[in-house]
């Protein structure tokens, strides 16, 4: 959350120094934002792609950690470990929500849903094969 913190007071800052104290627009238009840290790595990213609005935010080492985004389909949150893998997930869908889990080799391993028919749960086995199945 401190980097959410500061992509807002860095894109803050911009508007104060790019526009000055005493002139500030009603608006600001981009299709991207960009914070890097004091190595020119970048830290955050709120860009607006095809598939829709996403901030991005990454490490120290620059390798994306976290991504919130929201499609045509609905708005997703997905987790990503040290290595740049996804790690867990969690979507909002039409037909309903849900919870993803993987590995540390980024393989399925747990589904965690609520759809119209009810809420389910899946657990597959390192192979992606079903250990176990609600209902």
Do not use: Q
């Amino acid at each position: 959350w401190m980097r959410v913190g500061f992509l807002v007071i860095g894109v803050g800052l911009i508007v104060f120094f790019v526009v000055g104290a005493g002139n500030v627009p009603e608006e600001i238009r981009a299709k991207k934002f960009v914070l890097v840290d004091e190595n020119g790595e970048r830290s955050a990213m709120l860009s607006v792609t095809p598939d829709g609005p996403g901030l991005y935010l990454s490490d120290e080492k620059g390798i994306l950690r976290g991504v919130f985004g929201i499609t045509s389909t609905g708005p997703g949150l997905s987790l990503f470990d040290e290595k740049g893998v996804s790690r867990g997930g969690f979507g909002i869908m039409p037909n309903g929500s849900g919870w993803t889990l993987y590995d540390k080799k980024g393989i399925l391993r747990a589904v965690l849903s609520v759809t119209p028919a009810g809420p389910g749960l899946v657990l597959f086995d390192g192979r992606g094969e079903i250990l176990f199945k609600a209902p």
